[in-house]
């Protein structure tokens, strides 16, 4: 694997080429975002990859997901794994 020298920074050859998909890519915005600009946005990318951001700052990206690991995230939002508990 090749390496690169970016902005400060070393990338893999394939991290940057997943940074430049997500900065290319179509954004979509969850129903639930709140009106007050707190939108969580995602995107598929090449390979079956899962891209997240937060809309207030779109430059600035969480590293991709792999597929297995957005799927293991989906299935933990739905058995309530990452909610707050009750006091």
């Known amino acids: 694997m090749g390496w690169r020298h970016d902005r400060g ?10 940074t430049v998909a997500m900065l290319e890519a179509t954004w979509k ?17 090449a390979g079956g990859g899962v891209g ?8 600035v990206h969480l590293p991709p997901f792999t597929a297995d690991e957005w799927t293991a ?8 794994e990452f909610d707050l508990p009750v006091p």
Do not use: H, I
């Open 52 to 59: 997240v951001r937060n809309s207030r700052v779109p430059g």
């Open 9 to 18: 920074g070393c990338l893999a050859d394939s991290q940057k080429a997943r």
């Open 73 to 80: 995230f989906v299935a933990g939002v739905r058995a309530g």
């Open 29 to 45: 915005k969850s129903s639930w975002s709140f009106s007050n600009g707190n939108c969580v946005e995602v995107r598929a990318l």
